[in-house]
């Protein structure tokens, strides 16, 4: 999955739960620069809902930290995270398979 793929998902799911988000149909808005708490939620409940969302859809899970705090402030912040956590996954299982065909 490449990172263009990852930041389209994140601003869907991010859209439809955090309404003070346009809606990705002007190329020229800057989501990836858009600091979640408090310019887009101030409510903990939505950054929980939208963590979990997150979550289930990439199959990755915020360990120590949560969207919108410290080191996850912005959307781009997320995007890299999840990038990373998908790239070590996919790593893992290339070196699981290779490790299995050996056998």
């Known amino acids: 999955m490449d990172r263009k793929r990852i930041r389209d998902e994140v601003i869907e799911i991010l859209c439809a739960k955090l309404?003070?988000?346009?809606?990705?149909?002007?190329?020229?808005?800057?989501?990836?620069?858009?600091?979640?708490?408090?310019?887009?939620?101030?409510?903990?409940?939505?950054?929980?809902?939208?963590?979990?969302d997150l979550?289930?859809?990439?199959?990755?899970?915020?360990e120590e930290v949560l969207p919108g705090d410290a080191g996850m402030e912005t959307l781009g912040k997320v995007v890299d995270y999840l990038e990373s956590r998908i790239i070590g996954q996919?790593?893992?299982?290339?070196?699981?398979k290779k490790e299995l065909a050996e056998d």
């Open 55 to 62: 979550e289930d859809a990439f199959g990755v899970n915020f």
């Open 19 to 52: 309404h003070n988000l346009p809606q990705p149909s002007d190329d020229d808005y800057d989501y990836e620069g858009q600091v979640l708490v408090p310019d887009i939620t101030k409510d903990p409940l939505d950054v929980a809902e939208v963590s979990m």
């Open 90 to 96: 996919q790593k893992r299982t290339a070196a699981t």
